[in-house]
Structures are given as C-alpha cells and as structure tokens.
C-alpha cells in the first residue's frame, strides 16, 4: 500500500501529465476509434485496391464482348455457331443428342 501511495504522490506531483494523458487519448480516439480514423483509412483504401481490380475485370470482359458483338455483325455463321452450342437450336434435317455424364451414376 506504501508503494501505492507513493506512485500517487509521483504521479500527483508530476504537472504536465495531464496533458501526456490527453494526447495519448486524442491519439487513441483519432488513430483507432474514430470513423474517420487511419485504420478506416487502410481499410478503406484496401478495399479501394479490390474495387479497382473488378473495375479492370470487367473492363477486359466488356472488351471482349464488344469484339464478339462486332464479329456477330459481320459474319452470320458466328450467330448460328452461338445459336446451336448455347440454345441448342437446329436446322430442320438435323437431329441433336445431348449427352450428361454422370446421371446413370446416380439412378443406380
């Protein structure tokens, strides 16, 4: 208890640390509590990085689906191609089978 009372005493007689302890909470309460503290700052700017990375994504894929519309313009064989592996169309004498691996498996 005499250790106690004399850290107090310390403490009591040391005049600038009140103002060492509201720094130290200032510091807290911007650096980490805050809502527009840094570690929002980094989160945020993490997320900024995956944002961009979906915007390059789906750059490329609209690129590529701008090319395949072109080539859709100028060749009709390119829509029968698409026509006949994603809805299955046919011409008239043609005959389709589609075939799924795996369906026998499960029956048994």
Do not use: C, T
Not at 38 to 66: D, F, P, T, V
């Amino acid at each position: 208890m005499k250790k106690l009372i004399a850290v107090w005493v310390l403490l009591k007689s040391f005049k600038p640390l009140k103002y060492i302890i509201v720094i130290v909470l200032a510091i807290l309460l911007i650096g980490f509590l805050d809502e527009n503290s840094i570690w929002s700052h980094l989160r945020n700017k993490e997320h900024m990085g995956e944002l961009k990375s979906e915007i390059e994504q789906l750059n490329q894929e609209h690129a590529r689906n701008q090319e395949q519309i072109k080539l859709l313009d100028k060749d009709p064989k390119a829509i029968e191609k698409i026509a006949r592996e994603r809805y299955f169309m046919k011409a008239d004498d043609e005959d389709i089978y589609v075939l799924k691996e795996g369906e026998d498996e499960a029956a048994e």
